[in-house]
Each structure stands twice: as structure tokens, then as C-alpha cells.
T-cell receptor, first 110, second 108 residues
Framework: DVKVTQSSRYLVKRTGEKVFLECVQDMDHENMFWYRQDPGLGLRLIYF???????EKGDIPEGYSVSREKKERFSLILESASTNQTSMYLC?????????FGPGTRLTVL | GQSLEQPSEVTAVEGAIVQINCTYQ??????LSWYQQHDGGAPTFLSYNALDGLEETGRFSSFLSRSDSYGYLLLQELQMKDSASYFCAVIHTDKLIFGTGTRLQVFP
């Protein structure tokens, strides 16, 4: 079974803090993705990566950056968290045409 | 740009059949996928259509018409556990573009 894990299920941070969200997959997938999910807006792609040290902007990259130093790990970074970044963050990796999602991190920025 | 439209909410009773439609506008279309997400859970893959026609997997079927830029997910013999959100997603080059989701509520 493919397993995608995320470092935290719930996270509370203060405005201006630097936030790291970690994602690890155990199936040697090349492609990994970060989404945020908000009510009524569905899943919106923030960044994705095709390989180690490669990254591509998604639809809403502003305020975020990513790091892919190892194939199995894809990190999302909020350089200076803001209240409008309060959301559910979902990581996924891809095999063929199927995306496998992690359990999500619910981030609250106060 | 790319866009997908699906109804925001659908209700049905146990044992019934429900169809969730999805229309899309996109360039570089490779296929249409469907994902299910229960409250508090992560999306899970249901089906994928690359070609026109119907794909059946147990109680769930998915249909695609590329000429109409349209697809649907058909759920038969509805069960309470089918209450969830359902997302259609277009496979666009190497990424997925998701619709905003349809919340299905199944009543006894």
C-alpha cells in the first residue's frame, strides 16, 4: 500500500512565524504535490515537484515555498505565516494517473 | 484557463442511484478522474477515464464524453457510508486540476 504521511495533523502558529509542513511518501514516486483545501474552493495546487531539487509553481504559490532535497520528502514552507493561510494542507504523490493523498494538516494562524 | 463545474450538493436516499455531473474547460486534456473525501479524511481515488465511455467499478461507474467536455460519476445502491464529497479532476499534463466538489448526503 502506498503511504503518504504528513508531519502534523493539527498545527497552530502565530502571524509572522515561519512554518514547515513535511510530507513523506514511501513508494519512490517522482511527482509530489502540495494543495490547500478551503470550503467551497476545492483543492488548489500550491506547488509541485517532478524530481529532487525540482519545483514548479501551481495556481496559488504566493506566500509559499517548497523544498525537495530527497525523493521521498517534499516540504512546504510558509516564510511568514498570515491569517489567510489558515487552511487544510494536503500533500500527494502520483503513480500513473492516481494521486495518493496524505491525511492533511489543519493549520491555524492566529 | 481551466475550469471544472459540478453541483455543490446532492441528496438521495439509501438504495437509490445518483449521478454527479462534471463539465470542464481545459487545454491539454488527458483524462478525467474522480475522488471521494469523507469529512475529516483525505481524498481517495475512485476512477479514471482517458477515453470516451463508461468505466464500472462495483457500485460506482464513471463516464466521459471528450467531445462534450463532460463526465459523470454514477453511484448505485447508495449506502449511508457513501455520504461524502466527490471531486472531479482533470488530468492536465502532469498535474490534476480539481473541481470544487459535490457534497452527497445519503438519508435512510
Amino acid at each position: 500500500d502506498v503511504k503518504v504521511t504528513q508531519s502534523s495533523r493539527y498545527l497552530v502558529k502565530r502571524t509572522g512565524e515561519k512554518v514547515f509542513l513535511e510530507c513523506v511518501q514511501d513508494m519512490d514516486h517522482e511527482n509530489m504535490f502540495w494543495y490547500r483545501q478551503d470550503p467551497g474552493l476545492g483543492l488548489r495546487l500550491i506547488y509541485f515537484s517532478y524530481d529532487v531539487k525540482m519545483k514548479e509553481k501551481g495556481d496559488i504559490p504566493e506566500g509559499y515555498s517548497v523544498s525537495r532535497e530527497k525523493k521521498e520528502r517534499f516540504s512546504l514552507i510558509l516564510e511568514s505565516a498570515s491569517t489567510n493561510q489558515t487552511s487544510m494542507y494536503l500533500c500527494a504523490s502520483t503513480s500513473a494517473d492516481t494521486q495518493y493523498f496524505g491525511p492533511g494538516t489543519r493549520l491555524t494562524v492566529l | 484557463g481551466q475550469s471544472l463545474e459540478q453541483p455543490s450538493e446532492v441528496t438521495a436516499v439509501e438504495g437509490a442511484i445518483v449521478q454527479i455531473n462534471c463539465t470542464y474547460q481545459t487545454s491539454g486534456f488527458y483524462g478525467l478522474s474522480w475522488y471521494q473525501q469523507h469529512d475529516g479524511g483525505a481524498p481517495t481515488f475512485l476512477s479514471y477515464n482517458a477515453l470516451d465511455g463508461l468505466e464500472e467499478t462495483g457500485r460506482f461507474s464513471s463516464f466521459l464524453s471528450r467531445s462534450d467536455s463532460y463526465g459523470y460519476l454514477l453511484l448505485q445502491e447508495l449506502q449511508m457510508k457513501d455520504s461524502a464529497s466527490y471531486f472531479c479532476a482533470v488530468i492536465h499534463t502532469d498535474k490534476l486540476i480539481f473541481g470544487t466538489g459535490t457534497r452527497l448526503q445519503v438519508f435512510p
